[in-house]
C-alpha cells in the first residue's frame, strides 16, 4: 500500500478520477482529499510489478493534467 | 592597452532564445505570391509572376499551420519582403506561438530597422540568395542591381543569434566564381553557405542550354570552394562560415557526402502555394534516382539528378557506391498522442478525414498507430533511406513493426516487434490513395508462420549441403537429426570467428569455416546438391560474383535457395529512440534487396545453369519481412 | 544552488535551487518564480517515456520535481545526465513561455482585430483611428516593388491583351526580341 500525494495547485481533480478509473484493472485505489492535496492510496495487485503501477499511474495522472491545459 | 569597446554587432539586440544553427523546429513553408524584385534568368515561377496570394489567404494559411502543430511559419515566393503585410505576417505568427523565418533575396532587409522589427517578432531563421560575391556575378544572375543590399543585409542579420543560411544557385555563369563567394562571407562566422545545383524549371528551363552546367563540373568546384572554405576558416581560427551542398548526386562528393542540405535537413516538414486549399508534405519528387543508383549505399540521403537534367543528360556522370554497408531499418518515433479517447468505427469517423486532414501528412514519413481508444502520431527522420524507398516500405511491402521490446536493436522479431498494418478503418475511404493511413496492430506472430516455410525447405534436403552464412546455427533442431543420420553432408560458412568457435563446439557433425562468401576457396572437385544463402544474401557484397563461383558446383537436380529479409520501419517511443540513435552498432547490409532484386541477379545464369523456379514467397502486407526464392539447377 | 548529498551536480543551472539524489531518482526543487507551471508541466511532460515524474509542492514559491528512471541506472553519471537534460528542457519551457506572455500585447492587438474583421468591414471612422506606423515599412530605396514594375514591364495578361491588338507579324516579333534578351542576360 503507497500513499501518493498529488498537490492540488499542480494536479487536475478530474485527471486523478480518470487515472484511477483507467488503472483500476492493475490496483486498488482509496480517494479522499485534504485542502492541498488529491490523496490517493495505491495497491498494486501484482507485487512484482508493484513500482512500475504506482510509477506509471503518476505519469498517467500527470499526462492527463497536461492534457487538460494544467491547473489555472 | 587592447581596444575593449564591444563591437558595433554585439550592441544590438539578440533574438531570445535562439540557437545559430538549430534546426529542431518544424516549418511550415508559405508561398505569398510570386512577384520579386529581381529577375533570375533560372527563375523558377517565371511563368506565374503576376499572382499574388491575398492578405487573407496567407493569414488563414499561417493559423493552419499553428493548428498543424508547427514550429516555425516560413514565407517565401516570389519575393516576401516586398508584401507591405509582411510585419503583420510576422506578427500574426507570434502571436500564434510560432518562430517566424523568411526564405528571400535579402534586399528588404538591407534596412536595418526592417531587421529589428521583424526579430522583436520572432524572426528566427532566414535562407538568402547570394550567387557570387561580387556586384558583377551577383547582379548578372539576379538581372538586377543587388548585390550590395543582399550583401548588406548578411551583415544586418549576422550576429543576431539568428539560423542564417546563404544560397548560391549554381548556373554556367558563376559555377566558376565561388570562392569568391566564400571569401565574401567569411566575415560572418555564424552563416551556413550553401551551393545549390540549378533547377532546369522555370526559367531554369526555359533557358536550359544557356544556364545549365554539368553536374560532373559543378560537383567539383564545389569541392574546391568548401575545402577552400574550410581551410580558410582554420586559418582565421573562426568557428565559421560553414559549407554545405544541395541537389548534387552524393556520390560526386566524396569526402563531402555529410554535407548535404535540403528542405529536411532544415525541418521543413509542409508546404503550400498561392491557391491550394490545404499544406503537402515536402518531396523530392522533382529528382530522380537512375537505374544505376540501385544499391548504391549513399541512397537515402542523396537528392538524385532532376528529372529535367536526367532526360537531357541521363546519369553517365554517376558512379554509385555500393562497397559500403548501409542499414535495414529505420525508426518511427512517437511525437504526438494525438487522442486518448477516439471511437470511430468507419471511414467517416476518422480523425484524418475529420480532424487533422488528409493532404499534409507525409505518406511514408507520418505513421498515425490506432489502439483500441488511443492514436498516436509518429514519424520517420531517418536519411538512411530515401522518402521513395520509405513510402515503398510502408505501402507496397507493409513493413511496419511497433517495438514492444526495450532493446536498442530488436534481435528476436517474433518476440520484440509487432506488425502495424492498415486499419480497417481506411476500408472504403475515398482518400484511401492519397492519405499516410491509419495503422492498427496485428497480434499475429508473422515471423514465425513465415519462417516455417524454410523450415520446410530443410527438412527435405538430402546430400551435400553448402550453407553460406551459417551464422549461429538458428535451424539447429532441423539440419543435426539430417546430419547425425548421414542424410546430409553439411558445410557451414561465415565470416564471424565468434559464431563458428561457438558452432564448432555444438556442431560436431558439421564441417565449417570461417571466412565470408567472396574469399570461399574450395577444392576444384567440391560439388554440392544443395545451396543455402540464409538471411546472407544482403551481406554479400558482390552476389554475382560468387553466383559464379557456386553455381558450377550444384550438381544436376540441385538446388539454391535465397531466403533474405526487405527493409523495415519500427515505431518507437521518444526513449527507444534516443536509446537506438545512441548505440554504436554497426550495418551490415550492403543491400536490401527484395526477392524481385534477387530474381533480376539470377537472370543471367538462367540459361547457362538451366535454373528453373520452384518455390517463393514474397513479402506484402501482413507478412513477415523475409522472402525466399528457390532454383532448381539443371 | 547546493546539493543534499555526495552527488555533485555543479553542472546544473543555478536557478534549479536544489537537487538530491538517491540511488534511482532525482528531485529537484525549483524557485515557481523562475519557472512557471507551465513550464514545469511542459518539461516534465518530455520526460514521462523515460521517468516517473512527479511534482509536489515543498512550499510556496517552491515546486519540487523527482524523475525515478524506469529501469536500473549507471548510478550518477545517468542521474547527473537526467537533469542536465531536464535543465534544460525547463529552461526552454520557461523560455517559450516567456515569449508567449512577451507577446500578449501583440496576440491581444491581433484577436481585436481578428474578432474586428469577423464583424465586417471596419467604418470610414474605424480606419481613421487605426495606427498603421507599428506595421508599416518605409522603403525609401524603393526597393519593395516588383521587377516589373520597376522596369515597366507587362505581366502575361496584359501582354495577351497587347498581343491581341498588334498584327501578327508585330507581335512574333516582339516575342522573338523578349525571348533574345533573356537569353543574353
Known amino acids: 500500500m503507497t500513499e501518493l ?68 | 592597452m587592447s581596444d575593449t569597446r564591444p563591437r558595433p554587432e554585439l550592441l544590438r539586440h539578440r533574438a531570445p532564445g535562439a540557437t545559430p544553427g538549430s534546426r529542431t523546429g518544424t516549418k511550415a513553408l508559405i508561398k505569398v505570391g510570386y512577384a520579386c524584385n529581381e529577375h533570375c534568368s533560372f527563375c523558377h515561377t517565371l511563368e506565374v509572376r503576376h499572382i499574388q496570394g491575398s492578405t487573407a489567404e496567407v493569414d488563414g494559411k499561417i493559423r493552419r499551420a499553428a493548428e498543424l502543430g508547427h514550429e516555425m511559419v516560413v514565407l517565401s515566393g516570389g519575393e516576401p519582403t516586398i508584401r507591405p503585410e509582411l510585419v503583420h505576417w510576422a506578427s500574426l505568427t507570434a502571436s500564434l506561438g510560432l518562430d517566424f523565418g523568411l526564405v528571400t533575396n535579402g534586399q528588404m532587409l538591407a534596412y536595418p530597422e526592417v531587421v529589428e522589427k521583424l526579430i522583436a517578432r520572432r524572426l528566427r531563421y532566414v ?13 548578372l544572375m539576379v538581372r538586377s542591381d543587388a548585390f550590395d543590399a543582399a550583401y548588406k543585409a548578411v551583415e544586418n542579420l549576422s550576429g543576431r543569434g539568428l539560423d542564417l543560411a546563404v544560397n548560391c544557385v549554381i548556373t ?46 559543378v560537383a567539383k568546384r564545389v569541392m574546391e570552394a568548401i575545402s577552400y572554405g574550410d581551410r580558410r576558416v582554420a586559418e582565421l581560427g573562426q568557428r565559421g562560415p560553414t559549407f554545405s551542398h544541395g541537389a548534387i548526386p552524393l556520390c560526386l562528393l566524396p569526402g563531402y557526402e555529410d554535407r548535404f542540405d535540403d528542405l529536411k535537413t532544415h525541418a521543413y516538414r ?32 542523396c537528392p538524385g539528378l532532376y528529372n529535367g537534367y536526367h532526360e537531357v543528360y541521363g546519369a553517365t556522370e554517376l558512379y554509385p557506391r555500393r562497397d559500403r554497408p548501409r542499414s535495414n531499418s529505420y525508426n518511427y518515433k512517437l511525437e504526438k498522442l494525438v487522442s486518448l479517447a477516439f471511437e470511430g468505427e468507419t471511414h467517416d469517423d476518422c480523425l484524418l478525414r475529420r480532424g487533422v486532414g488528409v493532404t499534409p501528412w507525409d505518406r511514408g514519413r507520418d505513421l498515425f498507430v490506432r489502439n483500441g481508444k488511443r492514436v498516436a502520431r509518429f514519424r520517420a527522420q531517418s536519411r538512411d533511406f530515401s ?27 517474433a518476440r520484440d516487434l509487432v506488425q502495424l498494418a492498415r486499419s480497417p478503418l481506411c476500408e472504403g475511404c475515398p482518400s484511401f490513395a492519397e492519405c499516410t493511413g491509419m495503422f492498427e496492430p496485428v497480434f499475429e506472430d508473422v515471423f514465425t508462420r513465415d519462417d516455417a516455410k524454410v523450415r520446410e525447405v530443410l527438412a527435405s534436403l538430402r546430400g551435400e549441403v553448402l550453407d553460406l552464412g551459417c551464422g549461429e546455427g538458428p535451424y539447429e533442431s532441423i539440419l543435426a537429426p539430417l546430419a547425425e543420420a548421414g542424410t546430409i553432408r553439411y558445410l557451414g560458412v561465415d565470416p564471424h570467428a565468434a559464431a563458428i568457435a561457438e558452432l564448432r563446439q555444438r556442431w560436431p557433425w558439421a564441417e565449417l569455416r570461417c571466412t565470408g562468401g567472396e574469399e570461399l576457396e574450395l577444392d576444384p572437385e567440391r560439388r554440392f546438391d544443395h545451396v543455402l544463402i540464409l538471411r546472407a544474401w544482403n551481406h554479400l557484397r558482390e552476389p554475382e560474383r560468387i553466383l559464379d563461383q557456386l553455381l558450377p558446383r550444384v550438381r544436376p537436380g540441385g538446388t539454391l535457395t535465397i531466403v533474405d529479409n526487405v527493409a523495415f520501419g519500427l515505431a518507437r517511443t521518444r526513449d527507444q529512440t534516443q536509446r537506438a540513435e545512441r548505440s554504436r552498432a554497426q550495418f551490415e547490409h550492403y543491400r536490401n534487396d527484395s526477392l524481385a532484386d534477387a530474381a533480376r541477379v539470377l537472370e543471367p545464369f538462367g540459361a547457362r545453369f538451366g535454373l528453373a523456379e520452384i518455390a517463393r514467397s514474397t513479402v506484402g502486407p501482413r507478412t513477415s519481412n523475409q522472402w525466399l526464392l528457390r532454383v532448381r539447377v539443371s | ?64 520535481v523527482t524523475l525515478t528512471a524506469k529501469e536500473s541506472v549507471e548510478e550518477a553519471e545517468a542521474l547527473r545526465q537526467l537533469v542536465g537534460e531536464y535543465a534544460n528542457e525547463l529552461l526552454s519551457c520557461a523560455w517559450r513561455h516567456q515569449v508567449t506572455q512577451d507577446n500578449r500585447v501583440a496576440i491581444e492587438t491581433v484577436t481585436v482585430q481578428a474578432i474586428a474583421g469577423a464583424m465586417g468591414e471596419p467604418s470610414l471612422d474605424d480606419l481613421a483611428d487605426f495606427d498603421f506606423t507599428d506595421e508599416a515599412l518605409d522603403d525609401p530605396l ?21 498581343k491581341a491588338k498588334v498584327p501578327e507579324g508585330e507581335a512574333a516579333e516582339a516575342t522573338e526580341a523578349a525571348s533574345t534578351e533573356e537569353a543574353s542576360a
Open chain 1, 5 to 72: 500525494r498529488f498537490p492540488r495547485e499542480v494536479y487536475v481533480g478530474e485527471a486523478v478520477d480518470e487515472a484511477v478509473k483507467t488503472w483500476s484493472r492493475f490496483a486498488e485505489f482509496e480517494l479522499s482529499e485534504t485542502d492541498d492535496h488529491w490523496v490517493v492510496t495505491v495497491t498494486p495487485k501484482h507485487e512484482a510489478a508493484a513500482r512500475q503501477i504506482i510509477g506509471e499511474f503518476g505519469n498517467f495522472v500527470l499526462g492527463l493534467t497536461i492534457d487538460r491545459g494544467g491547473v489555472s
Open chain 2, 127 to 139: 535562407y538568402l540568395s547570394l550567387h557570387g560575391g561580387t556586384r558583377k556575378i551577383h547582379n
Open chain 2, 172 to 217: 554556367r555563369h558563376n559555377v566558376e566564381h565561388l570562392q569568391g563567394l566564400v571569401d565574401a562571407l567569411l566575415p560572418y562566422a555564424d552563416v551556413e553557405v550553401k551551393f545549390s545545383m540549378v533547377e532546369p524549371k522555370g526559367g531554369g528551363d526555359k533557358l536550359f542550354d544557356h544556364l545549365m552546367p554539368r553536374v560532373e563540373l
Open chain 2, 270 to 301: 509542409t508546404m503550400i502555394e498561392v491557391g491550394e486549399p490545404d499544406f503537402f508534405p515536402v518531396d523530392d519528387l522533382n529528382k530522380t534516382h537512375a537505374d544505376r543508383c540501385h544499391g548504391c549505399a549513399l541512397r537515402g540521403p
Open chain 2, 387 to 413: 522518402d521513395r524507398e520509405i513510402y515503398a516500405i510502408k505501402h507496397d511491402l507493409g513493413q511496419l513493426y511497433l517495438d514492444v521490446s526495450r532493446k536498442d536493436a530488436p534481435d528476436d522479431f
Open chain 3, 1 to 64: 544552488m547546493s546539493t543534499d548529498n555526495q552527488t555533485s551536480f555543479t553542472d546544473i543551472p543555478e536557478a534549479v535551487v536544489s537537487v538530491a539524489a538517491t540511488d534511482r531518482s532525482v528531485s529537484m526543487v525549483v524557485d515557481s518564480e523562475l519557472y512557471p507551471l507551465q513550464a514545469v508541466y511542459g518539461a516534465s511532460y518530455i520526460f514521462i517515456d523515460r521517468c516517473y515524474v512527479f511534482i509536489d509542492r515543498p512550499e510556496p514559491g517552491k515546486y519540487r
Open chain 3, 142 to 162: 524603393g526597393i519593395a516593388q516588383s521587377w516589373e514594375d520597376k522596369h515597366g514591364r507587362k505581366s502575361p495578361a496584359e501582354k495577351e491583351q497587347a
